[in-house]
């Protein structure tokens, strides 16, 4: 006899994996000044010392592009991401994503929904919003606090994990991955990602997302946590 089983819907959400990929804006810049977000950016800019927005992406990447039209899914295949449609979002979380998510100065915003965000459990709004709150609860703990006070200085692999098992929970580092650019003769952090599973509940709920997510291997050992302008 045959056993229908059922999934509920939140049990169903509570298995879904994301990655969340916040830069280290400084060192992106280093490697593309020409950028308008890196053109304009000042060491006293929000971005200067807090981690920025990449993106959210729902796991597996295969799931990328849900029910987007092949044209679109071509412009930004082709790096036309102006072309591409404004996210349907209210006003005060654009001004919001505009200081937190730079990248939005050259269509990163506009790129991430279509690629990743319709495959997101939730509209635009929903979408950014629940990036800005994780990405405010990586801001607000003792991560940014030790790559605020390592600018100039490098940090490793086994420093930056130790940050994360102190805000969000033993064994929360073995979720976050590091990557790093070689820049002259330095090699400098540009990025995290960081396993989640589940959805956020505000940024309160961030720690339990980390702790239910697969481990990851580090990445890069470590680099250089950048300063604003070139080196």
Sequence with gaps: MLLAVFCSPALAQQRTQYVLAVSWQPAFCETRPDRSECESQTADRFDASNFALHGLWPQPRSRDYCGVDDDLVQLDEDGDWDMLPEPNISAALRDELLVMMPGAAS??????WIT???????NAEAYFGDSLDMLDAINESPVRQLFAASIGQRLTQREVRAAFDSAFGRGAGDRVRLSCVNDGNRRIIDELTIGLTGRPEGPDSFGELIMAARRTDGGCDGGVVDAVGLQ
């Design 107 to 112: 269509a990163l915003d506009r790129h991430e």
């Design 116 to 122: 990743h965000g319709t495959c997101y459990d939730g």
